[in-house]
């Protein structure tokens, strides 16, 4: 079955407990982007990439990593967590240009910083 | 930064009725998606509408697009109670690597 695969599904931290969330699809996509999702605000691009080790900022990088060492695979890194990181994260992947087709998405992760 | 903006913010039906969902956006875009998202899960490709394109179907879903007015809608139709969900539309525009989405549409559709 094609899909994105996140994990954790739940993750419940403390400050500045260094965490990752995987992300890993079976398409063979060459685009694959990070959103969160917030009450109000919708959601908000904080990374992409385009292809292996091609990786760009979206709308709200801060306190974020990434990296696209393999083609199925695009973790995002939280170095030190804040509260303000608390949020619903979702990894989406996409064949060829990140837009011109659409986007399959992932199960969510539901961090929680404390 | 929001592009797109969905009405109404939440829409209650009763099932078997029509669901109409808007969506206005603010610059030119090189297609409109629809996506559905279920309480707290990943959201699902509907449809997808280029710029050139006014209308869409897709089962009981049709999308419109007036590029003039900036706006698209999406009918559902002959509502069903599993189609309860947060309808969202996202937009591409320019060379953005990135669809934009507005902050969705709560739809409840009751037996």
């Known amino acids: 079955e094609a899909q994105v695969t996140q994990n954790p599904r739940y993750l419940i931290t403390v400050t500045g407990k260094k965490l990752t969330v995987t992300c890993s699809q079976n398409?063979?996509?060459?685009?694959m982007s990070w959103y969160r999702q917030d009450p109000g605000l919708g959601l908000r691009q904080i990374y992409y990439s385009m292809n292996v080790e091609v990786t760009d900022k979206g709308d709200v990088p801060e306190g974020y990593k990434v990296s696209r060492k393999e083609k199925r695979n695009f973790p995002l890194i939280l170095e030190s967590p804040s509260p303000n990181q608390t949020s619903l994260y979702f990894c989406a992947s996409s064949t060829r240009t990140g837009g011109n087709y659409g986007y399959t998405f992932g199960s969510g992760t539901r961090l929680t910083v404390v | 930064s929001q592009q797109g903006e969905e009405d109404p913010q939440a829409l209650s039906i009763q099932e078997g009725e029509n669901a109409t969902m808007n969506c206005s956006y603010k610059?030119?875009?090189?297609?409109l998606q629809w996506y559905r998202q279920n309480s707290g899960r990943g959201l699902v490709h509907l449809i997808l509408?280029?710029?050139?394109?006014r209308e869409k179907h897709s089962g009981r879903l049709r999308v419109t697009l007036d590029t003039s007015k900036k706006s698209s809608s999406l009918l559902i139709t002959a509502s069903r109670a599993a189609d309860t969900a947060s309808y969202f539309c996202a937009t591409h525009t320019g060379t953005a690597s990135k669809l934009t989405f507005g902050t969705g549409t709560r739809l409840q559709v009751t037996l």
């Open positions: 398409m063979n996509h060459e685009y």
């Open positions: 610059t030119s875009i090189n297609n």
């Open positions: 509408i280029r710029s050139n394109e």
